[in-house]
C-alpha cells in the first residue's frame, strides 16, 4: 500500500489490476490507478441507510464498488473519460454488485441535467488547481479541476442531493476552509471531517468531509495512516479498511 505524500494521490500498486477482498480492480489503461485517497473516502463513508448513492468521476469504479459492499443501495457512477470508463464498467460487471451500480460515460455536468436526487454523494474530486500539467491528456484530466471546477461541482450536488441527503468527499487539507466556504453558498455545511496525516511526524495532507444542508456540530478528529513506521499501520487505519484491504 501506498503513502500519502505530497500533493499527490500515491498508488498503492503499479500493477495491472489491484485484488481487494470481495472484488478486483482493473487499472491497466486508466490515468488514474488505485489510490489512498480513494481508499480513505470509501471506507470513511457513512452509508446511514442510504438507498441511493451518486459517485462523481469514479476512475476505476473503485469507490462504488466499496460502497456497494457496505451497502444494498443502487449506485450510479459518473465518469467523462473513455478509458477509465471502459474499465470501471469491466470491473462493475465482474462484481458481484454488478446489477446494483450503473455507470455513465458522461461528464458531471451533463449527469445534471438528469435531476435525479440521490441521498448520498461522493468523490474523490480533480483538485490540483494552477498547479503543473501532466503531458498525458488523460491524467491531466484526472487530477485537475479545469473539467470540473469546485463551483460546478457543488451546483451539481445542489441540484442532485436530497434534502436530508449527505455529500462526502476527499481533499487537500490546505484547501479545506476555501471549499467548505464556497459550500455555504449552495447551502452545505460541514457536520463531519477526519484530518488525516501519513505519520505521526508529517503534517496533515488530506481531509475527508461530510457535508449536509443543515448545519450542525461539527465532529471533528484525526487520522494517522502510520504512526510506528513504515508500513507500520495505525490502529484506527486498520479498523477503518479491514473490510477491503487483503491483509489488514
Known amino acids: 500500500m501506498g503513502r500519502l505524500g505530497g500533493a499527490f494521490t500515491v498508488l498503492i500498486m503499479s500493477n495491472d489490476y489491484f485484488q481487494f477482498k470481495q472484488f478486483k480492480i482493473i487499472q491497466e489503461k486508466t490515468a488514474m490507478k488505485v489510490g489512498t485517497d480513494g481508499v480513505l473516502l470509501g471506507a470513511w463513508t457513512d452509508i446511514q441507510n442510504s438507498k441511493s448513492i451518486l459517485d462523481i468521476g469514479t476512475g476505476t469504479g473503485l469507490i462504488a464498488l466499496m460502497l456497494a ?33 450503473k455507470i455513465y460515460n458522461i461528464s458531471f455536468q451533463e449527469f445534471c441535467k438528469s435531476n435525479k436526487k440521490f441521498d448520498l454523494i461522493v468523490t474523490n474530486p480533480p483538485y490540483f488547481i494552477d498547479s503543473m500539467k501532466s503531458p498525458e491528456l488523460n491524467r491531466t484530466i484526472a487530477r485537475h479541476n479545469n473539467e470540473l471546477s469546485y463551483k460546478d461541482l457543488l451546483l451539481g450536488v445542489d441540484a442532485l442531493l436530497n434534502k436530508n441527503g449527505i455529500f462526502c468527499l476527499i481533499l487537500p487539507y490546505e484547501q479545506t476552509n476555501k471549499f467548505l466556504n464556497m459550500a455555504q453558498d449552495y447551502n ?25 444542508r443543515t448545519k450542525q456540530i461539527i465532529i471533528e478528529n484525526e487520522l494517522i495512516i502510520e504512526d510506528k513506521g513504515r508500513h507500520q499501520y495505525s490502529k484506527e487505519y486498520i479498523e477503518l479498511t479491514k473490510d477491503f484491504y487483503l491483509k489488514m
Open 69 to 101: 459492499q457496505k451497502s444494498n443501495a443502487d449506485i450510479e457512477a459518473v465518469e467523462i473519460n473513455n478509458e477509465a470508463f471502459f474499465e470501471a464498467e469491466q470491473n462493475i460487471v465482474n462484481s458481484k454488485w454488478d446489477k446494483r451500480i
Open 188 to 212: 452545505l455545511f460541514c457536520t463531519k471531517k477526519t484530518i488525516v496525516k501519513p505519520t505521526l511526524n508529517k503534517q496533515a495532507n488530506r481531509v475527508l468531509l461530510e457535508l449536509q
